[in-house]
Nanobody, 121 residues
């Protein structure tokens, strides 16, 4: 299985910054794409950003382009969040696709438990 543990959430004032981290652990063969999602009671869970395992492709939601930066170091993914605004308030979830064994198997999806980010003055 794959365990994803997020850290770095908290309370920040508008215009501030936070950096989220998510480390994958467990008995897996390979981690593929990793991503950050966020969820609010009003909007549900939406993709914020993702990054491939070769770091060659990154994607961002329009709402965070130019403010958030995703990066990766092997099986740990980061989300640098700058110029945070109240509308960024949400629970942020780490997501990863992974295979547990070598061979022609399809990756499975795994989720972390989430970390709260609150932007408020």
């Amino acid at each position: 299985q794959v365990q994803l543990e997020e850290s770095g959430g908290g309370l920040v004032q508008p215009g501030g910054s936070l950096k989220l981290s998510c480390a994958a652990s467990g008995n897996f063969f390979r981690i593929y794409t990793m991503a950050w999602y966020r969820q609010t009671p009003e909007k549900g869970r939406d993709l914020v950003s993702n990054i491939t395992n070769a770091d060659t492709v990154t994607n961002y939601a329009d709402a965070v382009k130019g403010r958030f930066t995703i990066s990766r170091d092997k099986d740990t993914v980061y989300l640098q969040m700058n110029n945070l605004q109240p509308e960024d308030t949400a629970v942020y979830y780490c997501n990863a696709w992974a295979t547990l064994t070598w061979g022609p198997v399809l990756p499975k999806e795994y989720w972390g438990r989430g970390t709260q980010v609150t932007v408020s003055s």
